[in-house]
């Protein structure tokens, strides 16, 4: 595709009416996700950064293509454009914060994965989110700003972290070298119609060779990487009641509508017009009010 339809730009997750370029979000996992577990588990990646405090539970999240534990006090912070996917579990419990890339220079560029063992630390970044959620809840003026100020403190707090030791970052490879690779392409290249074989031969290796290390590092062929990010973003686009369904293929690289709604067919069971018309009721329904941050 030549050039990304305009719709794109306001398709992304929770993006819908214009608002403050600094607009800062603070929300459980389950708020975040709306109901809908495949916007958690389905390989994606965001126009945000995103901080993830899982305060209870156990599960397995993949950033960039590689698949690892996570638990309870661990923090991930996924900067825009990280293709990741998180599987906490039913009973895990998270608070996410999510906030426009370019706040502030001070968060990482690269995702970091912290296991926090301090309990000192641990308090100190759930008073943080908890402080976020009662300027939310009140709605004072200057609550962006207010936000944006615990949105540096947290930088702080990860640089801290980061400092003292936290940071769990697997052994690097040639393997996860690989796919994160891959796996930059495909945020980059996933709306147009590129074979796996392009995939490959950009990054001179052999289809059979790129799916085998992909499956090693995360669990996911080459191939269902690229699938999850496509049906991330159709069911994303169809959960609006524009664009026509015919000009969501179109922009997600697919030349025949009818191509396109085998593929949803395929993967979700349900026509695009049927999911379109489930996602749309379900939308209707009353938000949950963010509550403050659980602790553990």
Same mark, same amino acid.
């Given at each position: 595709?030549?050039?990304?339809?305009?719709?794109?730009?306001?398709?992304?997750?929770?993006?819908?009416?214009?608002?403050?370029?600094?607009?800062?979000?603070?929300?459980?996992?389950?708020? $975040?996700?709306?109901?809908?577990?495949?916007?958690?588990?389905?390989?994606?990646?965001?126009?945000?950064?995103?901080?993830?405090?899982?305060?209870?539970?156990?599960?397995?999240?993949?950033?960039?293509?590689?698949?690892?534990?996570?638990?309870?006090?661990?923090?991930?912070?996924?900067?825009?454009?990280?293709?990741?996917?998180?599987?906490?579990?039913?009973?895990?419990?998270?608070?996410?914060?999510?906030?426009?890339?370019?706040?502030?220079?001070?968060?990482?560029?690269?995702?970091?994965?912290?296991?926090?063992?301090?309990?000192?630390?641990? #308090?100190?970044?759930?008073?943080?989110?908890?402080?976020? %959620?009662?300027?939310?809840?009140?709605?004072?003026?200057?609550?962006?700003?207010?936000?944006?100020?615990?949105?540096?403190?947290?930088?702080?707090?990860?640089?801290?972290?980061?400092?003292?030791?936290?940071?769990?970052? /697997?052994?690097?490879?040639?393997? %996860?070298?690989?796919?994160?690779?891959?796996?930059?392409?495909?945020?980059?290249?996933?709306?147009?119609?590129?074979?796996? !074989?392009?995939?490959?031969?950009?990054?001179?290796?052999?289809?059979?060779?790129?799916?085998?290390?992909?499956?090693?590092?995360?669990?996911?062929?080459?191939?269902?990487?690229?699938?999850?990010?496509?049906? $991330?973003?159709?069911?994303?686009?169809? !959960? !609006?009641?524009? /664009?026509?369904?015919?000009?969501?293929?179109?922009?997600?690289?697919?030349?025949? /509508?009818?191509?396109?709604?085998?593929?949803? %067919?395929?993967?979700?069971?349900?026509?695009?017009? #049927?999911?379109?018309?489930?996602?749309?009721?379900?939308?209707?329904?009353? /938000?949950?009010?963010?509550?403050? !941050?659980?602790?553990?």
């Amino acid at each position: 595709m030549s050039q990304k339809p305009a719709f794109l730009s306001r398709s992304r997750m929770n993006e819908g009416a214009p608002r403050d370029r600094r607009d800062i979000r603070c929300q459980s996992l389950i708020q $975040y996700a709306q109901g809908a577990p495949w916007r958690l588990n389905h390989l994606h990646d965001l126009s945000r950064n995103l901080l993830i405090w899982i305060t209870r539970g156990q599960g397995r999240v993949i950033v960039n293509g590689v698949r690892r534990g996570i638990g309870t006090h661990n923090a991930l912070f996924l900067p825009a454009g990280t293709l990741f996917a998180i599987d906490l579990g039913p009973q895990g419990f998270a608070q996410v914060v999510e906030s426009p890339a370019g706040l502030t220079g001070r968060l990482p560029q690269t995702p970091v994965h912290l296991r926090v063992r301090d309990s000192l630390a641990q #308090a100190e970044l759930t008073a943080e989110i908890e402080a976020m %959620q009662r300027e939310i809840t009140r709605g004072r003026s200057l609550m962006q700003d207010a936000l944006e100020a615990h949105v540096c403190l947290i930088a702080v707090w990860i640089a801290r972290q980061q400092a003292e030791g936290s940071s769990d970052a /697997p052994r690097d490879t040639a393997a %996860q070298r690989l796919v994160r690779q891959f796996a930059r392409q495909v945020v980059r290249d996933f709306r147009s119609d590129r074979p796996m !074989a392009g995939y490959a031969a950009a990054l001179e290796v052999t289809p059979t060779h790129l799916t085998r290390v992909c499956r090693d590092c995360c669990g996911k062929t080459a191939a269902e990487i690229l699938t999850e990010r496509r049906l $991330y973003e159709a069911r994303i686009l169809l !959960a !609006a009641p524009a /664009p026509a369904i015919q000009d969501v293929a179109r922009a997600l690289g697919f030349h025949s /509508p009818a191509y396109f709604t085998r593929f949803i %067919q395929t993967h979700t069971g349900q026509t695009p017009s #049927a999911l379109r018309k489930l996602s749309l009721g379900s939308n209707r329904a009353e /938000p949950v009010p963010t509550g403050p !941050a659980r602790r553990s």
